[in-house]
């Protein structure tokens, strides 16, 4: 499994659109076949902040999901929505092992 975590602040009047449009990208990722997880969390003291938690099968499935339809739509879509830029961090797994993701 290949982890990564994307960290995301977007201007506050955008935090409701910008919840739709994630959670509408997130529905459809899970559906790939190369991902395993995708968690939108909010953080509770500045709602502003999101982390996206993507849990890929393989290093390979995060350049495959890039080229899907869903992921270009919220893409373009939360563009302006931005108060700075996105951050990812990338993660190996540890626990739980690979065959306890489903």
């Known amino acids: 499994m290949f982890v990564v975590h994307v960290s995301v602040h977007v201007k506050t009047d955008q935090i409701e659109v910008f919840k739709e449009a994630t ?17 939108i969390i909010q953080q509770q003291g500045d709602p502003a902040r999101f982390e996206l938690v993507e849990v890929y099968r393989t290093p390979a499935d995060p350049a495959l999901h890039k080229e899907t339809a869903h992921y270009k739509k919220w893409r373009d879509t939360v563009a302006d929505m931005m108060a700075e830029a996105r951050t990812s961090i990338k993660y190996i797994n540890v626990f739980p092992d690979d065959e306890g993701w489903g």
């Open 23 to 39: 959670l509408e990208n997130a529905q459809n990722s899970v559906q790939e076949p190369g991902i395993a997880r995708f968690d």
